[in-house]
C-alpha cells in the first residue's frame, strides 16, 4: 500500500507543477489561444481524427508535445530497470489517462483567471460537453483508464487491478480535495479577480 501511496503522490506533484507552468504559460487564454503554436490544416485527416478524440479542441503543436512529454516521463521507470510486463505497462497507460485529467482539473483548481467559481461550459469554450458539472472528456478519461485492465482481468478472472485503479480515484481525489481547500482558503484565488 505504501508503494501505491508513493506513486500516487508523485503522479500528483507532478501533474500540479504541470498545471501550473501552463497556467504560466498559458495565463487566461486556455487552450493555447494566444500562444504562437504550430496550428495544422483541418483538412489533414489526422487533425481531424485528433480533434474527433478530443471533443472538438484544436490541434498544436504545444498540446502534441505536452501529452507526449507526458508520456515519456511516465515510461521512464522502465528506462531505469522496472521490468517490462503486460501489467506494468497497462498500470502505466491507466496512469496515463487518469493524469490527464487530473492535470486539466488542476489547471482550474491553481488558476486565477479560471477559479472554479467560473468552472462551467459557458466560461471554459474549450471543453465543449458537459455532464453533471464535469467536461465530458473527464468522465472518458477515467473510464477508459479503468476499461484498460478489463482484457487482463478477464483472461485472470480477477478484480484485483480495479482494486488498484479504485484506490488510486480515491487518492487522487482527496489530495485534489486538499488543493481545492489549500487554493480556497490559503491562496484565496476565488478572490482573485477582486484583489487587482
Not at 29 to 40: D, E, I, T
Not at 76 to 84: C, E, I, R
Not at 145 to 170: H, K, M
Amino acid at each position: 500500500m505504501m508503494q501505491i501511496i508513493l506513486t500516487n503522490l508523485y503522479i500528483f506533484i507532478l501533474a500540479t507543477l504541470l498545471a501550473i507552468l501552463e497556467i504560466q504559460i498559458e495565463g487566461q487564454h486556455g487552450w493555447a489561444k494566444n500562444l504562437p503554436a504550430w496550428r495544422p490544416s483541418r483538412e489533414k485527416w489526422y487533425v481531424r481524427a485528433y480533434e474527433k478524440f478530443m471533443s472538438g479542441r484544436e490541434f498544436t503543436g504545444y498540446h502534441l508535445v505536452m501529452f507526449t512529454l507526458v508520456l515519456v516521463i511516465f515510461h521512464l521507470p522502465y528506462v531505469f530497470g522496472l521490468t517490462v510486463s503486460l501489467e506494468h505497462w497497462l498500470k502505466t497507460i491507466s496512469f496515463f489517462f487518469i493524469f490527464i485529467v487530473l492535470w486539466d482539473f488542476l489547471w482550474f483548481v491553481f488558476n486565477p483567471h479560471y477559479p472554479l467559481q467560473k468552472f462551467k461550459g459557458e466560461h471554459v469554450w474549450w471543453h465543449k460537453k458537459w455532464l453533471a458539472g464535469l467536461p465530458v472528456d473527464y468522465y472518458g478519461g477515467l473510464i477508459l483508464s479503468g476499461l484498460i485492465f478489463l482484457p487482463i482481468s478477464l483472461s485472470r478472472q480477477t478484480a484485483e487491478f480495479f482494486g488498484w485503479w479504485l484506490v488510486n480515484i480515491l487518492l487522487f481525489g482527496v489530495l485534489t480535495l486538499l488543493s481545492i481547500l489549500f487554493t480556497r482558503w490559503v491562496l484565496d484565488i476565488d478572490s482573485w479577480q477582486a484583489k487587482k
